[in-house]
Antibody, heavy 122, light 107 residues
């Protein structure tokens, strides 16, 4: 079945970096864009951007430029989110989600990874 | 980027009908998709396009749209429908935006 499995929870100190992985299975990885979504504690969902899994070209939403990097390893059907110079406000659950774009029905995210909690604390 | 506005919370009696709305200018041009999120879990897709349900989503969930407003309706709400619901759509720059979220309580 189609699924996305993310790496486990992370605890980092301010100023450090973290790399979250998202391994896809059950479909052709390069046929669908991979999106990243942040959810801060007690808050809503925030779209961070996406990476074209065919070309490797990333697109970042406002507020997610500079310290956030999307990357791929297509040989193992895995997408990555790296965050550098971590701040306390980066504490959140980070989700990957496959995007489907179907003519006549628009775009949607399905499935989602299980989420990776990242805690930034000294 | 555009915004998608949802009511923060709604309640519904068990077995009754509840409609959750999502307002935004981009909805005049793009379909909304809807996601259910239960505490401690990842979101799941419940409605996409004009009114399409993924496999496994009960038919009590339906979607509609008019002008700048998209709606998710739960007809005959069940206890297991208690969750947060988010809409999503494209914005004018071609990027994506989530709604502010609605907490649904089943009484």
């Amino acid at each position: 079945q189609v699924q996305l499995v993310q790496s486990g929870s992370e605890l980092r100190k301010p100023g450090a970096s973290v790399k979250v992985s998202c391994k896809a299975s059950g479909y052709t990885f390069t046929n669908y864009g991979m999106n990243w979504v942040r959810q801060a504690p007690g808050q809503g969902l925030e779209w961070m951007g996406w990476i074209n899994t065919n070309t490797g070209n990333p697109t970042y939403a406002q507020g997610f430029t500079g310290r956030f990097v999307f990357s791929l390893d297509t040989s193992v059907s895995t997408a990555y989110l790296q965050i550098s110079s971590l701040k306390a406000e980066d504490t959140a659950v980070y989700y990957c989600a496959r995007r489907r774009s179907v003519a006549g029905t628009g775009d949607y995210f399905d499935p989602w990874g299980q989420g990776t909690p990242v805690t930034v604390s000294s | 980027s555009s915004e998608l506005t949802q009511d923060p919370a709604v309640s519904v009696a068990l077995g009754q009908t509840v409609r959750i709305t999502c307002q935004g200018d981009s909805l005049r041009s793009y379909y909304a998709s809807w996601y259910q999120q239960k505490p401690g879990q990842a979101p799941i897709l419940v409605i996409y396009g004009k009114n399409n349900r993924p496999s496994g989503i009960p038919d009590r969930f339906s979607g509609s749209s008019s002008g700048n407003t998209a709606s998710l309706t739960i007809t005959g709400a069940q206890a297991e429908d208690e969750a947060d619901y988010y809409c999503n759509s494209r914005d004018s720059s071609g990027n994506y935006v989530f709604g502010t979220g609605t907490k649904v309580t089943v009484l």
